[in-house]
């Protein structure tokens, strides 16, 4: 319980780029489709991946700074 309230607060320190494309990928479930996801952020679908590895290592960051 405590690890899902460091991440939802180390997430909502994030600039909204990363909370969006994050938000997609892993808030429900399934995440939808790379093409789906492009189309509603206004990205290059060969630019999710690469995006996807730098916000994740900032919500990692972030995490560690909450610690």
Request: proline residues 7%.
């Amino acid at each position: 319980l405590q690890q899902r309230h460091r991440a939802r607060c180390a997430l909502a320190q994030l600039a909204e780029p990363c909370r969006g494309l994050l938000g997609l990928l892993y808030g429900s479930d399934e995440a939808p489709p790379y093409a789906e996801i492009a189309a509603q952020l206004g990205m290059p679908v060969g630019s999710i991946g690469p995006t996807r590895a730098r916000c994740l290592a900032k919500l990692r960051e972030a995490m560690a700074a909450l610690r």
